[in-house]
């Protein structure tokens, strides 16, 4: 019985430091400017980056995050023409529409389109986004439709009633792996009308 306590006690102590580590690991981040913070939202601005995105016939929450991931994963652990590693990045993007979805991995800002490797999957496209304004709103633990759904429209209730002109789909930002418990990051985000303001 001793024995038991002080081997669960050690692998909390344990699953606790490794959570503490995972919080605390350096992983390039894609860079934005905060413009405007709001008691609910801030609005963001946010320049060009490449981005690897794969689109299918998703619907949810859990069918885009467990297919789009594993294929964008595959990419960038090697399944490209130069078999390199490239880092992984935050956050992961999904845009989750009931006819096609996408999930997209910001590439490190050391790589545009020409230096990029190819992708093996020749369902990945590589693509450099715009410069774009949005607005963005976050919630803490593992996300689900629910919450995605219920971010969108408390996000799109704030922005209606600041008079702040939006449009396009509200999309997904994740930031965590599955196996951090702790201190989880997700948002809402919508392209803003900001830069007419």
């Known amino acids: 019985m001793k024995l038991t306590l002080i081997i669960v006690a050690s692998l ?3 699953i606790i430091i490794s959570q503490l580590y995972l919080t605390m690991a350096n992983t390039e981040t894609q860079p934005y400017q905060i413009i405007k913070t709001e008691e609910d939202f801030e609005i963001r601005l946010y320049p060009p980056s490449t981005m690897a995105t794969i689109s299918m016939a998703a619907k949810t929450y859990k069918e885009l995050s467990s297919s789009g991931f594993r294929k964008l994963a595959s990419f960038i652990f090697g399944g490209n ?3 390199k590693n490239i880092a992984m990045t935050t956050p992961v993007h999904m845009d989750i529409n009931d006819s096609l979805s996408s999930m997209s991995f910001v590439m490190p800002a050391n790589y545009n389109k ?4 190819k992708p093996n999957d020749t369902s990945i496209t590589i693509k450099t986004t715009t410069e774009d304004y949005v607005a963005a709103i976050r919630f803490g633990g593992y996300a689900n439709n629910e919450d ?3 971010y969108a429209t408390k996000l799109e209730s704030a922005l209606k009633a600041s008079g702040i002109e939006y449009y396009g789909n509200f999309r997904f930002l994740g930031y965590n792996a599955p196996y951090q418990f702790w201190g989880r990051r997700n948002e809402i985000i919508v392209s803003v009308l900001w830069n007419q303001k």
Do not use: S, V
Request: proline share 8%; no cysteine; net charge neutral.
């Open 12 to 14: 909390t102590t344990l």
């Open 81 to 83: 023409n130069a078999n």
């Open 114 to 117: 020409d230096n990029l490797p």
């Open 148 to 150: 995605i759904k219920t």
